[in-house]
């Protein structure tokens, strides 16, 4: 893949638990007048509604990309 294609920002946003705080901090990174950038979200085994919250964004936005653990990281 040409260099040119890759995005010139990543973010990263790792979450646990905290679906209260997702939707303002995934919010304000989409808000931003700055749209060459994809956002990686990292979720260490949340154990509430989080995947299917973040699915709910994957739909709506092709710059997201999620990342599930399936054994909780110390």
């Known amino acids: ?13 790792s979450t646990y638990n ?14 931003q007048t700055f749209t060459d950038f994809k956002l ?3 979720d260490d085994c949340s154990t509430e509604n989080t995947p299917e919250f973040i699915r709910s964004y994957l739909e709506k936005d092709s710059r997201l ?5 399936i054994l ?3």
């Open 1 to 13: 893949m040409p260099i040119n294609n890759f995005p010139k920002v990543t973010v990263c946003l």
């Open 18 to 31: 905290s679906g209260e705080f997702l939707t303002p901090a995934i919010d304000s990174i989409l808000e």
């Open 40 to 42: 990686i979200i990292s």
């Open 65 to 69: 990309r999620y990342l599930q653990t």
């Open 72 to 74: 909780l990281l110390d």
